[in-house]
């Protein structure tokens, strides 16, 4: 089965709204036959297994593109719409693409595109209605291409294929027990593989989402929250940091509606989920952990066991397998190893690139990077990825135990440990931390050792502390760290 059609098989006669905001409205019915109409277009201007391009904001006409190009056989290459020229150039020539989906007010182009669709041309695409002529898509072809940064400085093209996608929307639907009846509040880019999970899981079960695309105005989000009736909110660690941190609103405010919260994307300190909890006991919290290379997700936290496992990423998701090992094999609890994952939802490889395909999935099995432990109940456990281990004076430092130790002061907003050359140590800490401005609380680099001191070992408390303005994010919601 392809995977518009299994998006579909339920959800196409439904006459609710899907997208709810202040500008559109729409049936799943209308999504179905725009999209519906632009595949048959697709299909008779280009083919099928051409790579087309998006750029576009969250909107009706990215979801209309993005479904028409996966419906017509072709391969949707969903970009940000912030994308630099050069990487943009980049990506257009690799993928060998000559088609492009490129929403208003967004300045990049291409001499190699022959076919430029903006979203007036879009919409009297859509509603030319054509028969479609319906053809069998093998569930292993490629569905999508999603670009990540890479570690030659270039993106890197992560291959999904229909039965990935497939598998993850089905696994997240089912931990969490998502029904027609849930209403997603969106601040995530549907470029990015935790944003495209909520349009996906959404579609799938006939539910609702809201967009919200500058969570910036953090009112906005509350208001949006409870005009619309939000049964759900997903958001990265920087997002529950700002909402709990740096609006005093936030925490005394009511929710209804809202059953429950997501957070992937990254490592959320214990001490922010404790804050959220405590704040909302009736909200159900779910932490999770995934990568664009497993579609989007890998594992999660039930909400009930955060209480004796917090701190914990949990155990895979519904059809995935993970394990916790070193070259030696299977790590004991306590002992540390990295992550790896199987399971359908495991991407096809990178694209254009055997070796670092060959280097990432080996017998199957994904490695992930990121270094893990495990408790003897088999919950596992973050600790940092491989290339953030810092050594100083040869012992090994996760900058992530020193951060979640520093963000227990009410204070801090942020805090973001790396290294710095030092002619003793080889490399030494430094902390940058971002305060939040509307506190009193004065906060001095010497309250900061005086709590490390009192944590931590002495060899982990960092050697420079420096205090920044604002914590820095992308359009993503991640954070982005300074370059040293």
Known sequence: MNFF????????????????????????SSIYSRALNLASYLQKEIGEGQNVILVSHNSLFFITAYLGIIKSGNVVVPLNPAIEQGNFD????????????????????????????DEDSLDKISENREEFNEQVIDSENTAEIIFTSGSTGWPKGVVISHKNLIANTTSIIQYLELTSNDTMLVVLPFYYCYGLSLLHTHLKVGGSIVFNNSFIFLGGIIRDLNQYNCTGF?????????????????????FPNLR???????????????????????????VMYGQTEATARLSYLPPDRLTDKLGSIG????????KVETDAGAVKPGEEGEIIANGENIMKGYFKDPQLTA??????????????TIDEDGFIYLLSRKKEIIKVGGRRVSPREIEEVILMLPSVVDCTVT??????????????????NADDTVVTAQDILEHCNSHLAKFKVPSFIEFDSALRISATGKKVKSSM
């Open 5 to 28: 059609d299994f998006l579909f098989s339920d959800a196409k006669e439904l006459t609710k709204n899907f997208l709810l905001g202040p500008k559109e409205q729409v049936s799943f």
């Open 90 to 117: 980049y990506i257009v020539s690799l993928c060998e693409a000559d088609v492009a989906f490129i929403g208003n007010h967004i300045a990049v182009k291409s001499e190699r595109l022959t076919q430029l669709i």
């Open 234 to 254: 997903a958001g990265v660690p920087s997002h529950y940091q700002l909402l709990l941190r740096k609006t005093r609103s936030f925490v005394s405010s009511q």
């Open 260 to 286: 429950y919260v997501t957070q992937a994307g990254g490592k959320l300190s214990p001490v922010f989920i404790r804050e959220f909890t405590e704040a909302f006991p009736q909200i159900k919290f779910y």
């Open 315 to 322: 155990k895979g998701i519904p059809g995935v397998e993970l």
């Open 359 to 372: 280097e990432t999935i080996r017998n199957g099995w994904l490695y992930t990077g990121d270094i893990a």
């Open 419 to 436: 290294a710095v050359e030092d002619e003793l140590l080889g490399e030494a800490l430094k902390a940058s931390i971002v305060l939040n």
